[in-house]
């Protein structure tokens, strides 16, 4: 497993949906590479902070119309 690799299946390893074969590889890589090994400590605690201000935010604020707009744009753009 490379570093580039490593990033590509960080979701599906935080999901636990790696097969049990990469899922090896990914640790051993991991358990070598300090990069990796900050790059995923970062990345969870992203995911942390992302979590918890979405469960103290009782009520989703309205989107503003020109943000969905730039979204609507953007999607026709590509
Ligand atoms: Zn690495």
Redesign the pocket.
């Known amino acids: 497993v490379?570093?580039r690799e490593?990033t590509a299946f960080l979701d599906d390893y935080l999901a636990g949906e790696l097969p049990a074969e990469t899922r090896v590889r990914f640790e051993a890589?991991?358990a070598v590479?300090v990069?990796?090994h900050v790059y995923l400590a970062q990345y969870q605690e992203t995911i942390e902070l992302g979590r918890r201000a979405f469960v103290e935010d009782d009520e989703t604020p309205a989107m503003p119309d020109d943000l969905i707009q730039a979204i609507v744009k953007s999607l026709k753009d590509e």
Do not use: D, R, S, Y
Request: charged share 0%; with cysteine.
């Open positions: 490379t570093c490593l890589h991991l590479c990069n990796c």
